[in-house]
């Protein structure tokens, strides 16, 4: 009922930056959040950003003033605009949507394929 495609990844080198986008589809009544989380080799899934319709944008402490989280509620999509990359940012990159589909009032979590990102000289 409800895709998540994400788009931006690739490789760059140390200080570089990269675009995310994410754009949710379907039968969706409405978002409540999006976000993005990472996950590297060996360890587990981490929140990168996440923002709450109507709240303030959530970092976490590693990205802060280098990663920018924003949402266009009018085309379900959500980007993560990564600037001063560092190779300890290398994962994969997933989209994550808590949201409502069509017809439904319990919220659901979605989640996007991912998308590599690699910071490597």
């Known amino acids: 009922q409800v895709q998540l495609v994400e788009s931006g990844g690739g490789l760059v080198q140390p200080g570089g930056s990269l675009r995310l986008s994410c754009a949710a589809s379907?039968?969706?009544?409405?978002?409540?959040?999006m976000g993005w989380y990472r996950q590297a080799p060996g360890k587990q899934r981490e929140l990168v950003a996440r923002?709450?319709?109507?709240?303030?944008?959530n970092y976490r402490d590693s990205v802060k003033g280098r990663f920018t989280i924003s949402r266009d509620n009018a085309k379900n999509t959500v980007h993560l605009q990564m600037n001063s990359l560092k190779p300890e940012d290398t994962a994969v990159y997933y989209c994550?949507?808590?949201?409502?589909?069509?017809?439904?009032?319990?919220?659901?979590?979605?989640w996007g394929q991912g998308t590599q990102v690699t910071v490597s000289s």
């Open positions: 994550n949507a808590d949201l409502r589909v069509l017809g439904s009032f319990p919220t659901d979590t979605y």
């Open positions: 379907g039968s969706i009544s409405s978002i409540n959040a």
């Open positions: 923002i709450i319709s109507g709240g303030r944008p």
